[in-house]
Nanobody
Framework: QEQLTESGGGSVQAGGSLRLSCSAS????????MAWFRQVPGKEREGVAV???????IYKDSVKGRFTISQDNAKNTLYLQMNSLKPEDTAMYYC????????????????????????????WGQGTLVTVSS
């Protein structure tokens, strides 16, 4: 059974850093497009960063220069390095996967569209909470 498991969330002061990890129990993990989303209560889940099997990446504008998405295909693990954290980064962070080549994901990675919506991804982790205090 395909499974995504996030870890690394926690509480940090503004300006601090956290590194999220997502372990995937997929066959042929390296063929997937992977993403990090986040959600706060009362708001829609929003895309934060996406990475494809070639290492191409895209980011939400508000995290560019502060967050870095990466992956270790040998370990089937996705990462999100978050630096210079701000209180507005407080959210539940989710790891997600696209193994069908969803057009929203492909177009976003190709620079012809904005971040994909949550329904473009077909597998999700349970989430890890990030809290940034001022």
């Amino acid at each position: 059974q395909e499974q995504l498991t996030e870890s690394g969330g926690g509480s940090v002061q503004a300006g601090g850093s956290l590194r999220l990890s997502c372990s995937a129990s997929f066959h042929a993990y390296s063929t997937y497009q992977m993403a990090w989303f986040r959600q706060v209560p009362g708001k829609e889940r929003e895309g934060v960063a996406v990475i494809d099997s070639d290492g191409n990446t895209i980011y939400k504008d508000s995290v560019k220069g502060r967050f870095t998405i990466s992956q270790d295909n040998a370990k089937n693990t996705l990462y999100l390095q978050m630096n210079s954290l701000k209180p507005e980064d407080t959210a539940m962070y989710y790891c997600a996967a696209d193994h069908r080549g969803n057009p929203q994901v492909c177009n976003a990675l190709g620079g012809v569209a904005t971040m994909p919506s949550g329904n473009a991804l077909d597998a999700w982790g349970q989430g890890t909470l990030v809290t940034v205090s001022s």
